[in-house]
């Protein structure tokens, strides 16, 4: 008797153990960089090359990785249930480059070594993010650049300037959120390479 009590309560330490030990919540992973940045910037077959390196893309600490960063007032959280399938700054960077080469530009990212007289990108994201105005709210995916541009010659810098894009995601759901950083990726990619035309363009003329 004292032995059937003792299986049957063994069998119940390891039933419970199971149950500790059972799968966690299934996490979606997704993607973004899908949407074409391409929107046209005037460049035409008469516009010189302007070569540029773009450094390693930057992005802050919170939203860094393959978390979904959300943002109320002040309060951050990450978005259970959600990962994106690479590093943010890693899908944001393939974007970028992505758009400079379907852009149509005078811009020429350069893969090698660079000439002096080249100019050097700087693309510091200081915000990327659901952002919410309250709690259970329709969120945007925010996008905040820094952006600033360098001669190689001298180190110094030519222009700095500031990009904000914000897309609603239209509903609170996960795949409605990651649609909405698709098309806010695209549009501060556009714009970047816009950008980075122009006034790598003008500081060619300087």
């Known amino acids: 008797m004292i032995r059937s009590t003792f299986m049957i309560a063994a069998a119940s330490v390891a039933l419970s153990g199971c149950a500790l030990l059972s799968s966690p919540d299934p996490v979606q992973l997704y993607r973004f960089g899908g949407a074409s940045a391409y929107a046209g910037t005037g460049a035409t077959s008469a516009c010189p090359d302007v070569h540029v390196a773009m450094r390693r893309v930057d992005f802050p600490e919170a939203a860094r990785g393959d978390r979904l ?3 109320t007032g002040a309060e951050a959280a990450y978005i259970k249930g959600a990962r994106w399938v690479s590093p943010a700054e890693t899908l944001f960077e393939e974007a970028l480059r ?3 080469l379907d852009g149509g530009t005078c ?3 350069s ?3 660079l ?3 080249g100019l050097m990108l700087s693309v510091d994201v200081r ?3 659901a952002a919410y105005a309250a709690p259970g709210a329709v969120p945007d995916a925010n996008i905040v650049v820094l952006l600033r541009l360098f001669r190689m010659s001298d180190r110094s810098l030519v222009v700095e300037d500031r990009i904000t894009v914000r897309e609603s995601a239209g509903e609170n759901r996960q795949s ?3 649609a909405a950083f698709d098309r806010a990726t695209a549009e501060a990619s ?3 390479v816009l950008w980075t035309d122009q006034q790598g363009f003008q500081a060619t003329r300087d």
């Open 115 to 117: 000439s002096r007289d």
């Open 190 to 192: 556009r714009q970047i």
């Open 127 to 129: 915000r990327f993010e």
């Open 98 to 100: 992505n758009a400079f």
């Open 69 to 71: 960063l959300a943002v």
């Open 176 to 178: 409605a959120i990651v």
């Open 107 to 109: 811009t020429v990212l």
């Open 111 to 113: 893969s090698g070594p």
